[in-house]
């Protein structure tokens, strides 16, 4: 099933539509260091202009990396929250465009 607005994909193999902040929260204390290392959240349509990812850095870090080639945003920064990362992230990605979803529907 397609996710409506974004999906997230941990390296393990597990897959949420439409993820809210309590299963970021979940999907990122999964991440460790040796099989499930990184989540990437991205709109669930080819070619998607944003993107988000988080990796687990060891000893409580995490490199969170935000792109958005439509705005020409790359940031990347290290938290030791994944709480704040979650929020974070849900707030960003809640600015992004959604073109599929905002075109008007053809009649």
């Known amino acids: ?6 999906r997230a994909d941990s390296e393990d193999g597990d ?12 999907l990122f204390d999964d991440l ?3 099989d499930n290392t990184f989540v990437v959240i991205r709109p669930d349509q080819d ?3 944003w993107s988000a ?10 490199a969170v990396v935000r792109r958005d080639t439509t705005r020409h945003e790359h940031e990347v920064v290290t938290e030791t929250s994944i709480g ?6 849900t707030i960003w990605m809640a600015a992004r465009d959604f073109p599929e979803r905002d075109a008007p529907a053809e009649r």
Do not use: C, Q, W
């Open 32 to 34: 460790n260091g040796s």
């Open 15 to 26: 897959h949420i539509a439409d993820p809210s902040e309590d299963a970021l929260f979940m």
């Open 1 to 6: 099933m397609r996710a409506e607005y974004y």
């Open 47 to 49: 070619d998607p202009a």
């Open 53 to 62: 990812s988080v990796t687990f850095l060891g000893k409580g870090r995490y």
């Open 84 to 89: 704040r990362i979650a929020l974070d992230l």
